[in-house]
């Protein structure tokens, strides 16, 4: 059962289809919905909508667009989440051995956001953020503490509050398996987006120099060399890291199946798929997209390959006895 409440008014059955959707990059969620115009006349930007699954609350949001289709006399209306306002949010932050739940409540709190769950505290932070979104900063935060407890974690957004937690907890007792609950599968490997070798070099003088060559000489031998080229300078110095500009082939999948809301980015689940051996095993689900329409409940996931932190870039920290000034006019 479907109810969809927009300020506080609850509406059912009357929707031609509603699509719930979200992904690991950003960790926002989104609801998009279907109706005949004369069944909700009192809508508008910015209002709040809660979307109910059979007594379950699975988005808090408000609406972000309205579209009308005259012809087949429909609204279509898309709404986001809190953790979208992070994404769209730019700051200037200078941090020096804070705590990464600290950052989180200074963060949020500007915005007005609640705070849910966070992990302990073990590391504290020092870097700045310039021009970065909410979420970068917050994400930064946590790669920083990554780096002490080896753990990964994302960003979720649950009945209005934002929590961090530890990415690729794996969905229990449920497995998508072939001829049971998938309705189609499908799975690509390239070499599109190989990197297999890094030139690193400097420039002193007008001359460059090369400084350093980091290669996967298996992958050379195999398919061939795709180099690419990076400068070092005192700038980008601590930001190199050939080790993670080295990529090898790319896989990708998507599977279809009935619909089942615990298929979400961010979770683990087990795949079993006949006649593809790449497709068995525990996958990280990096997004998923489900859709309730002609009485029929289907999810769309597509899988990550790696469980691997949201790929945000930590800006150089200070040197020792120096600090960033920043003069507002």
Not at 114 to 119: D, E, I, Q, R
Not at 238 to 247: C, F, H, P, T, V
Request: charged share 25%.
């Amino acid at each position: 059962m479907i109810n969809i409440y927009i300020d506080g008014i609850p509406y059912n059955s009357i929707f031609t289809r509603v699509s719930w959707s979200g992904e690991l990059k950003t960790s926002c969620r989104t609801l998009e919905f279907d109706f005949l115009k004369e069944k909700i006349t009192d809508i508008d930007l910015g209002k709040k909508v809660i979307f109910e699954v059979d007594g379950l609350i699975l988005f808090v949001g408000n609406i972000f667009s309205i579209t009308n289709n005259d012809k087949e006399q429909i609204k279509t209306v898309i709404c986001r989440d809190v953790a979208y306002r992070l994404n769209r949010n730019y700051f200037i932050k200078n941090y020096y051995n804070e705590n990464p739940s600290n950052i989180v409540k200074s963060i949020l709190g500007e915005l007005g956001i609640a705070v849910g769950t966070l992990p302990q505290d073990v590391k504290t932070c020092t870097y700045p953020a310039i021009d970065r979104t909410g979420y970068e900063i917050i994400l930064t935060a946590y790669k920083i503490q990554a780096s002490q407890t080896n753990k990964i974690y994302s960003m979720i957004s649950a009945e209005d509050k934002i929590s961090i937690v530890e990415q690729g907890t794996q969905i229990p007792n449920f497995t998508l398996k072939s001829n049971v609950n998938i309705r189609q599968s499908s799975y690509e490997k390239n070499l599109d987006e190989m990197i297999n070798k890094v030139i690193i070099y400097t420039t002193k003088k007008g001359v460059q120099n090369i400084v350093e060559v980091n290669s996967n000489q298996d992958e050379i031998n195999k398919y061939g060399t795709f180099q690419v080229v990076q400068e070092k300078d005192e700038n980008n110095s601590a930001y190199i890291e050939s080790n993670k500009i080295l990529k090898g082939i790319y896989e990708s999948s998507n599977i279809i199946c009935d619909g089942y809301t615990d298929l979400q980015a961010g979770y683990s689940v087990v795949v079993e798929v006949a006649g593809i051996q790449e497709l068995k095993g525990v996958f990280l689900i990096e997004s998923d997209s489900h859709t309730w329409q002609n009485g029929d409940y289907e999810t769309n996931i597509s899988l990550a390959f790696e469980n691997v932190m949201n790929d945000v870039d930590i800006e150089q920290a200070p040197k020792k006895g120096v600090w960033w000034t920043i003069l507002i006019y």
